[in-house]
């Protein structure tokens, strides 16, 4: 795994970091994830669709946004500098946003509003769900969507990839149902579950009708 950025080179924001939430090395995250195109089309994106990447790591899953809309807005957010640098070299053909800053402050460094916001492989780390939820409201269009992908929470030793056990620990990964309780407060409910082969879903999240006044 890839680490976050040490204390000496992040002194302002490191602790913004949330914990277990490295990005992958790139060998097996594309063994695990060979069509990131399909993967975004199935969770609903689509052409002309403005877009955030939340943590959008290495910009693997936001270059796939951006193919899907096309002359939409697409938006990748990431704490860690090195990787959105990266990020900006690989996709540099594509119409991609790259954005520092802290998820949990959306609204400093990406302004909606959004059709969708995608969290991909992270949420199981945040430490406030909740907060995190509240953030991605305020950025969300009135019919947005909170779009979670998640590892099913199977034992770590299960889930294998070019012969090696990866993902979370067992003890941090969330079944959809659990992931839905967390964000409930913040004005969120089900609207779908995509089950994403052969570990994780995706959970389509709509703002609830009966919102806190
Ligand atoms: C496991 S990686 C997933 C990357 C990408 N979403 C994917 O699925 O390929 C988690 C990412 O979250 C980022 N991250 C951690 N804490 C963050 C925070 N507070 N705000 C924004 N990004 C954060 C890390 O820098 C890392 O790029």
């Known amino acids: 795994m890839t680490s976050n950025p040490s204390p000496e080179t ?3 924001v490191s602790d913004a970091f949330f914990p277990a939430t490295s990005m992958p090395d790139i060998d097996w995250w594309r063994a695990l994830w060979p ?3 399909g993967v975004v ?3 609903g994106v689509a052409s002309g669709m403005s877009v955030l990447d939340l943590a959008c790591g290495d910009g693997y899953f936001t270059a796939a ?3 899907c809309v096309g002359s939409g807005r697409t938006v990748g957010l990431d704490l860690d500098p090195a990787l959105l640098g990266q990020a900006r070299a690989a996709y540099a053909d594509l119409p991609c946003d790259w954005r ?3 998820a949990m402050a ?4 990406c302004p909606g509003p959004f059709d969708i916001v995608l969290m991909a ?3 199981h780390g945040v430490p406030d769900k909740m907060a995190l939820a509240r953030a991605v409201a305020a950025v969300l269009a009135p019919e947005g969507r909170f779009v979670i992908i998640n590892w099913y929470p199977r034992p770590r030793e299960e889930t294998l990839v070019l012969g090696k056990p990866r993902g979370p620990r067992t003890e941090l990964r969330l079944s959809p149902e659990a992931t839905v309780n967390a964000v409930a407060g913040a ?3 089900r609207h779908l579950v995509v089950p994403l082969e052969p570990y994780h879903y995706g959970l389509i999240l709509r703002k609830s009708a009966r919102q806190d006044p």
Do not use: C, M, V
């Open 10 to 12: 992040q002194p302002a």
């Open 100 to 102: 520092l800053g802290d």
């Open 106 to 109: 959306i609204h400093h460094s």
């Open 65 to 67: 946004l951006a193919r």
């Open 41 to 43: 089309r199935a969770l």
């Open 187 to 189: 004005g969120f409910e």
């Open 35 to 37: 069509d990131p195109d």
């Open 121 to 123: 492989n992270t949420f």
